[in-house]
């Protein structure tokens, strides 16, 4: 069993604070939290101001028991850093099963037959192939730092 806490703990490691950069395409963010999805949750309030309560209650819908830490953590980093449904399709695309980006029995059932450490080494590569794929335009300045987080893991 994995523990929320502790990926949350990894993630925001990595997100730090508020950062309203004009290169980002996901704008005004704090947290990692951009302020679309903050108004998904909290219409007319600004993610500039966002609570430690606020930060888990959004989070939770991100995280997933994968029953494995290391694969938890960087399933729910890589779906923090580049959304929920890019994260699934990314492991679904590993698993070699149907890739509909939703999170569901099936997906959980070839997760739970897989060897964690080789699913966390191919979804770690797919990751990479997936940020340098992304990485042109205003994207590229972000590729190192990207390519850094990633890293970190495993």
């Known amino acids: 069993m994995s523990d929320f806490k502790i ?26 939290i951009t302020q679309n999805t903050y108004n998904k949750y909290y219409p007319g309030k600004d993610v500039k ?17 994968l029953d494995d830490q290391l694969l938890t953590d960087f399933y729910f980093d890589f779906a923090v850093n580049s959304g929920p449904k890019r994260a699934c399709l990314s492991l679904q695309k590993v698993l070699g099963i149907q890739q509909d980006g939703i999170f569901g029995k099936n997906t959980l059932k070839a997760v739970k037959q897989a060897n964690k450490r080789e699913l966390f080494i ?10 340098n794929a992304i990485a042109f335009g205003k994207n590229a300045r972000f590729l190192k730092g990207w390519l850094n987080r990633v890293n970190k893991y495993g």
Do not use: H
């Open 7 to 32: 990926s949350l703990k990894r993630t925001l490691e990595n997100e730090g604070g508020f950062v309203d950069n004009p290169f980002d395409s996901g704008g005004r963010t704090n947290y990692g």
């Open 49 to 65: 101001y966002i609570t430690d309560k606020e930060i888990e209650r959004i989070y939770k819908t991100y995280w997933i028991d």
């Open 122 to 131: 191919k979804y770690k590569e797919e990751r990479i192939r997936f940020l």
